[in-house]
């Protein structure tokens, strides 16, 4: 029996939605960040429209945010997506029900192509994604630095079949 559900993000989610971005950044395989933003700067970088959380028993176990690819009126229904597992939650489908509900409601709000930023070596992030019909696009060689290495990233694409046809 499925014991959580996702709902819209609120506010005072956001410690649980940081404890799980620090568990991202702390594996070093899901973000270049080296620290947790405050929440008025998670706030002002993640777009209104979008934001998700997965709670179980009161505690967030997963989180989904759209970012914008532009300013330009023409990119408009373009977003780059982040989406963090807690790891102890992982397994659970978790993963697969908020992209299908974080796809599903970017659409409805107009969005046409949903882009992520991933390292290659993030194979369950990339295999979640490919699930849902993103595409490589390129692996941008060597793109940024973390602890002076510096890493390969790739793009993957979703274009949306019902949105801004």
């Given at each position: 029996?499925?014991?959580?559900?996702?709902?819209?993000?609120?506010?005072?989610?956001?410690?649980?939605?940081?404890?799980?971005?620090?568990?991202?950044?702390?594996?070093?395989?899901?973000?270049?960040?080296?620290?947790?933003?405050?929440?008025?700067?998670?706030?002002?970088?993640?777009?209104?429209?979008?934001?998700?959380?997965?709670?179980?028993?009161?505690?967030?176990?997963?989180?989904?945010?759209?970012?914008?690819?532009?300013?330009?009126?023409?990119?408009?229904?373009?977003?780059?997506?982040?989406?963090?597992?807690?790891?102890?939650?992982?397994?659970?489908?978790?993963?697969?029900?908020?992209?299908?509900?974080?796809?599903?409601e970017s659409e409805k709000a107009g969005f046409w192509t949903l882009q992520s930023l991933i390292f290659p070596e993030n194979k369950a992030s990339i295999a979640l994604?490919?699930?849902?019909?993103?595409?490589?696009?390129?692996?941008?060689?060597?793109?940024?630095?973390?602890?002076?290495?510096?890493?390969d990233v790739a793009l993957l694409e979703r274009r949306s079949l019902v949105a801004g046809k």
């Amino acid at each position: 029996m499925q014991t959580w559900k996702i709902r819209n993000f609120e506010k005072n989610n956001y410690s649980d939605v940081a404890r799980i971005y620090q568990d991202g950044i702390d594996s070093r395989n899901a973000t270049f960040q080296k620290e947790v933003p405050t929440f008025e700067a998670w706030d002002a970088k993640y777009l209104d429209a979008c934001r998700f959380v997965v709670v179980e028993d009161g505690t967030v176990i997963g989180w989904s945010a759209l970012l914008p690819f532009s300013g330009m009126p023409s990119y408009r229904g373009v977003a780059e997506l982040s989406i963090y597992i807690d790891p102890s939650a992982a397994g659970k489908g978790i993963g697969s029900a908020l992209m299908g509900h974080t796809i599903t409601e970017s659409e409805k709000a107009g969005f046409w192509t949903l882009q992520s930023l991933i390292f290659p070596e993030n194979k369950a992030s990339i295999a979640l994604h490919k699930k849902f019909g993103f595409k490589t696009l390129c692996v941008h060689e060597k793109l940024g630095e973390m602890e002076g290495v510096f890493r390969d990233v790739a793009l993957l694409e979703r274009r949306s079949l019902v949105a801004g046809k």
